[in-house]
Structure formats: structure tokens, C-alpha cells
């Protein structure tokens, strides 16, 4: 096949702003940016409700309403008629289709004459057994993909044991992340204007599962001997909590400053944050943190990212962070324990020897994670999925 055929990736994509969207439009870039790949990229964008109207680049040519079942219909239709589509790469997240447990794609997949290759964001374990009727949707989900992709070993392991999806049919592919130098916080804070302090930060779309809370209630402990500590609270409210509590945990948040008289430890960056920015505080972290409470998630690209520069992580024990951070790549606390966030962040900045220990692990660790080195995995699974070892 000759350039100018396509994959389609189905998902969120920007201006919709989550996590998905950002990765799909990361992964997209990359796919396109390799001069000597045979495809070219369209999107199938996911809407969030029936009223969503986005301003989507030109990539976007199909559109999916989340709660109407008959959008997905068409847009099968749409991609079956399409002579230049060769692939559909779905994104998955249990929240972004519509139905019990997104059971909405599947129609779409039973309609669809593609091949597909699923990436699935989330792979939510049971205890001991998963709930039957997620079981069904992602075992359905996985019988109409030729390939699905999970983040992690773990996530492949609890698809297996839990969902009989067959070894050979998952390949694990690390969340894709920017390259950023090696440890450059000096100049970093600097540029920031954040010179003279110690920085701890936690970025990405706010809500109250990611548990920052108990990181300022650990600040009193850090700022005992970190006098010049100061906690970066980076990205806007995620847009669906804003639309069902408004402001309600970052108010709340705010009020955890006051009583504890942290206003000069805790700044809130409550806006859109570019990648460049992003990227730029990273590199002014000195500690990063996830506090999140969901000991299932097997994704983060908060971790992937700070992970990949080298900054030194504290995370509590979801399934990402226990895989990413071990063999001494990272610290790993109890679930909302304030102390022991505290503990572990003045462990590292007590101890240059450890942290920059942990930091090299990390770093080298991740070296395989750019998103050029995973544009190329994804295009090889690709070639598979169609059938071409």
C-alpha cells in the first residue's frame, strides 16, 4: 500500500480536553510525522454528549455523539464505505462510550468490516471476578480486535487471568511520552521564576480521585524541614466534574490552605496547560507526586511523563505506579496517608545520593517511551493486524 491510506483513530481528541484526547493527538503527531510510514492518520472523534459542538482540525471526519446509539451506526457505515480506510485504532476509556460500561461500541464494532487494534486505557480487575457485564463488553471488545494494546504488564496479566484474552493477541506498549533533558531543574526554575525553591508538583485535570488533599495535608510535615517548599497544583478542573460540582474540590482544596496556613506553599494553576509548559515545570520538579485513591489504574501520563524526565515520584499503590516505579525507580506509599507522603518526599530531598539514584533509574528506564519509538510499535502492530508479519 502507498501513503495516503488510512487508520482511523476512534476517541476523544482536542479541543475536548482529557487525557484520551491528549494521547490520541500525541500518537497521532508522531504516526505522521514518520516520513516512511504508509499511513496517514483521521480521527473518529467521540462528543461527549449530543449538544458538544468542537472545533476539530480537518482530521476529524467522523463524529460520534456518546449517548446516541444511532451515531454509532453511521459512523460504521462511514468508515466501511471508505476505500482509503485500512485500520481503525480505538482508545479506550469505560467512560468515553455510551451504554453500561460503554456497551454502545459494541454495534459498532459488530457492524464494522475493519480490522481494529483497541488500546485499552483502564483494565479493571475483580474481586475475585470481574462484574459480569463489564466481562462481556471487554471480552466482546477483544474478540472484534485483531490486536489490543494495554500500558502495562499488569494490565496485560489481569486481561489474561480475568477476560481469557489470548497472550498472543495483547501487546504491552508504553504510554508515549515527550523527550525531556535529563534533571535540568536549576535553569528550569529559573525560567519559572521559581528559583530558591523546593518544588513538589502534581499536574493534570483535577478532580477529587486524584487525591491531592492529602498531599497539602503532608505539606506542614515537608515545610517543617523544607522551609521553601512549595507545591505546584497544575491544570483546570476536569471538564465533567466542573459541569456536575463546578469548583466544589478545588474550593475545598483551598480551604485545607487556609486552615493549615499554607498560602505561601501551594500554588494552584487552575488553566489549560500547553505540553511546553508542562514540560517546563517537570523539569522544575524536584518531587513529583500522584496521591491517586484507584488502586486498578493501569495509566497514567502524568507518571509516564515525570517518570521519563527523571524527576523522583512518590505515588500511592495503583497499578501503574507499582509497576513503573519499582526495582527503585520511585517510592510507593500507603493510600491517603498524609504522613506517608510527607515521609517519603523528605526521604528523597534528605538524601541526595537516593534521589538521584531513583532518578537515574527512571530515566534510563524510559528511554524507549518517546513517542517516535512508539509511533513505530503502533505501526508495526498495525502491519500485523492487517495481516503482514
Known amino acids: 500500500m502507498s501513503k495516503g491510506n488510512w487508520v482511523h483513530f476512534l476517541g476523544s481528541f482536542p479541543p475536548r480536553e482529557c487525557g484520551i484526547a491528549t494521547f490520541t493527538q500525541d500518537l497521532v503527531n508522531a504516526i505522521d510525522a514518520k516520513r516512511n510510514s504508509e499511513f496517514e492518520c483521521r480521527i473518529a472523534a467521540m462528543n461527549d454528549n449530543m449538544y458538544s459542538m468542537y472545533n476539530y482540525p480537518k482530521q476529524v471526519n467522523v463524529q460520534i455523539d456518546q449517548d446516541d446509539h444511532e451515531s454509532y451506526f453511521r459512523a460504521a457505515d462511514k468508515l466501511n464505505k471508505s476505500s482509503k480506510t485500512k485500520l481503525v485504532c480505538i482508545q479506550h476509556e469505560f467512560g468515553l462510550f455510551g451504554g453500561e460500561y460503554g456497551e454502545y461500541l459494541l454495534p459498532f464494532l459488530e457492524e464494522l468490516q475493519k480490522p481494529v487494534v483497541t488500546t485499552f486505557h483502564s483494565v479493571i480487575p475483580g474481586n475475585p471476578k470481574p462484574e459480569r ?3 462481556y463488553v471487554v471480552k466482546k471488545i477483544c474478540q472484534n480486535s485483531a490486536k489490543v494494546a494495554v500500558i502495562s504488564g499488569f494490565a496485560k496479566d489481569i486481561l489474561m487471568s480475568q477476560y481469557s484474552v489470548p497472550d498472543e493477541k495483547i501487546e504491552v506498549i508504553p504510554h508515549g511520552v515527550p523527550s525531556i533533558p535529563f534533571r535540568e531543574e ?3 526554575k529559573r525560567e519559572l521564576g521559581l528559583q530558591g525553591k523546593t518544588i513538589l508538583s502534581t499536574f493534570g485535570l483535577m478532580s477529587r480521585r486524584k487525591g491531592i488533599h492529602y498531599v497539602i495535608r503532608a505539606l506542614p510535615h515537608i515545610v517543617e524541614q523544607y522551609p521553601d517548599a512549595l507545591y505546584l497544583v497544575i491544570g483546570e478542573t476536569h471538564p465533567q466534574v466542573r459541569k456536575h460540582e463546578g469548583e466544589k474540590y478545588r474550593n475545598y482544596l483551598k480551604g485545607i490552605v487556609k486552615e493549615l496556613n499554607l498560602k505561601n506553599h501551594v500554588v494552584f494553576e487552575n488553566r489549560y496547560v500547553t505540553l ?3 514540560c517546563k515545570y517537570i523539569q522544575a520538579t524536584d518531587v513529583y ?7 486498578t489504574q493501569v495509566s497514567s501520563g502524568t507518571l509516564a511523563y515525570a517518570v521519563a524526565s527523571g524527576t523522583a515520584c512518590v505515588a500511592t499503590p495503583y497499578l501503574y505506579a507499582r509497576d513503573v516505579l519499582r526495582h527503585g525507580r520511585g517510592i510507593v506509599v500507603k493510600f491517603k496517608s498524609s504522613r506517608g507522603i510527607a515521609d517519603s518526599v523528605n526521604k528523597l ?4 545520593k537516593l534521589k538521584l539514584g531513583v532518578e537515574r533509574k527512571a530515566y534510563n528506564y524510559t528511554r524507549g517511551w518517546q513517542w517516535p ?3 513505530d510499535t503502533y505501526l508495526d502492530v498495525f502491519a500485523r493486524a492487517l495481516g503482514r508479519d
Open 276 to 278: 511546553e509548559e508542562i
Open 133 to 135: 457485564h463489564r466481562k
Open 186 to 188: 536549576e535553569r528550569a
Open 373 to 375: 519509538s512508539i509511533a
Open 289 to 295: 507526586i500522584t496521591p491517586y485513591y484507584d488502586p
Open 349 to 352: 530531598l534528605s538524601n541526595r
